[in-house]
């Protein structure tokens, strides 16, 4: 992009890229194309918001919404159906062992499955501090526990150190000092499907884009007692996933004949026929007929949960400046989760400092 190379015609770019490339001016517009063609009103509005809109809340497109992913969870049914484990599970927390439709239940139920001597965990969830892993993770119970990083005109200050954000901190330090499988201080997408796959987690915290793995019996030796659920709801009955997956963005360094044959690419694969075909193929369609589709949902047994994910997404800052935010977060979230450090409220009020600094800096906030 820095060199305005003409090698590639599209890219399949993640959302953190928008901002920049479209700012920076490597990606051509689409709106017009996107709403000409219907391709506005065939995706899930999330999708469409994370994957393809900048400035947030303009209107404006700079991508199709492709590989629809976000987090959802795997579970053993095999644990959670044995009788013996059912009837001890509701003495103890006085209601039916299942998968758990809120946080609080998903803690009960990692706490006891949690079993040391047996080499048994509740749950495994993303704490890898390379990347973006950790802080993916944790939003999934910032969001649901109705929190944001900031408000809608890009202020973090009360939103991001907010109560219910230093709750979400809590809980996510608690789920893997209590639950996390012994190892797993640096996991992501492959060491929770390892953790599965080795029989150590009862739950496993994944993108969706990875659970193929898991209902293949030649990889997992519990694909048939492998279930899947969405994101719990938080204790306001608020309930979201962090958003994984990509959009498909035309180069605008290419000559117009090129883009052009982009155009009618992207317009071919977004109609509703060759979605259907995408998501027979395996593909993660973000468009709404498929995922509303009965076949579609029961094509594999993470479909349904899917579906249903795509419609509950949230994501971090897609803004140019998009790395020194997410680093200054995972930071931040890193010493009270991994390393029992500070104090959840001083962690998120130092997060929420750091934030208003670079968003200044960005000329996205007034001082």
Request: negative net charge; hydrophobic residues 40%.
């Amino acid at each position: 992009m820095a060199a305005q190379g003409t090698s590639y015609d599209m890219v399949v770019g993640d959302s953190q890229w928008l901002g920049t490339n479209s700012t920076q001016g490597n990606y051509i517009e689409l709106t017009d194309f996107m709403n000409e063609n219907n391709l506005t009103d065939t995706v899930t509005p999330a999708t469409l918001q994370y994957y393809g809109e900048y400035p947030p809340a303009s209107g404006t497109y700079w991508a199709y919404p492709t590989e629809g992913d976000a987090n959802g969870w795997a579970y053993r049914t095999d644990l959670f159906e044995d009788p013996d484990e059912m009837a001890a599970f509701e003495a103890e927390y006085g209601y039916p062992l299942a998968p758990p439709e809120t946080m609080e239940q998903l803690m009960d139920i990692a706490k006891f499955f949690t079993r040391p001597d047996e080499g048994l965990y509740g749950s495994a969830i993303y704490t890898q501090v390379d990347y973006d892993a950790l802080v993916m993770g944790f939003q999934n119970m910032l969001f649901s526990f109705g929190a944001d990083w900031s408000d809608e005109n890009f202020n973090p200050e009360g939103v991001i150190n907010s109560p219910e954000a230093v709750a979400a901190l809590e809980f996510y330090g608690e789920l893997y000092e209590c639950c996390q499988p012994p190892g797993m201080s640096n996991a992501f997408f492959a060491e929770v499907n390892d953790a599965m796959i080795g029989g150590l987690a009862a739950m496993g915290m994944n993108y969706y884009a990875f659970f193929p793995a898991l209902s293949n019996p030649e990889v997992n030796p519990y694909a048939d007692v492998t279930g899947y659920f969405i994101n719990p709801a938080g204790p306001g009955g608020e309930q979201f996933a962090a958003l994984g997956g990509q959009g498909i963005s035309v180069i605008s360094h290419i000559d117009e004949e090129r883009q052009q044959a982009s155009l009618d690419f992207i317009k071919w694969f977004g109609s509703d026929e060759v979605q259907k075909e995408w998501g027979d193929v395996g593909g993660y369609s973000a468009n709404k007929a498929v995922l509303a589709d009965p076949a579609f949902l029961e094509q594999t047994p993470y479909n349904a949960s899917f579906a249903e994910t795509m419609g509950m997404v949230k994501d971090f800052y897609n803004i140019p400046g998009y790395d020194p935010l997410l680093f200054a977060a995972r930071d931040e979230i890193s010493k009270y989760v991994l390393g029992g450090e500070g104090d959840p409220q001083e962690i998120m009020d130092e997060v929420a400092r750091l934030h208003s600094e670079l968003l200044i800096e960005g000329g996205f906030l007034q001082e």
